[in-house]
């Protein structure tokens, strides 16, 4: 079992930039695929970024390629997302998620472990 607590949302200026962070509980947070994911009012859960459990492969939804940099620190349970240059369209409210895959899936269907969320706003 794999509990995950976001943090770090709020309301930003376009252009300003935003770190989240996602603490995980237990011994295994090591050997799970990490995702952030995010979903607008009235549209779907969509995949913004994954991180293998070495943190040595990363993978980026195009509309964030660029902007937004995932990582992790297993040392400390803890997945992290640098937000840069960000845009009104940004704004959703963004969950972090575990998988025990050894691959990096886009689809919220394959992750097992969800946390509770964080809102991001991004004024104009």
């Known amino acids: 079992q794999v509990q995950l607590v976001e943090s770090g949302g709020g309301l930003v200026q376009a252009g300003g930039s935003l770190r989240l962070s996602c603490a995980a509980s237990?011994?295994?947070?090591?050997?799970?695929?990490m995702g952030w994911f995010r979903q607008a009012p009235g549209k779907e859960r969509e995949f913004v970024a994954g991180i293998n459990w070495s943190g040595g492969r990363t993978y980026y939804a195009d509309s964030v390629k660029g902007r937004f940099t995932i990582s992790r620190d297993n040392a400390k349970n803890t997945v992290y997302m640098q937000m840069n240059s960000l845009k009104p369209e940004d704004t959703a409210e963004y969950y972090c998620a575990a998988d025990r895959a050894g691959w990096i899936p886009t689809s919220p269907v394959s992750y097992d472990y969800w946390g509770q969320g964080t809102q991001v706003t991004v004024s104009s």
């Open positions: 237990g011994r295994t947070f090591s050997t799970f695929t």
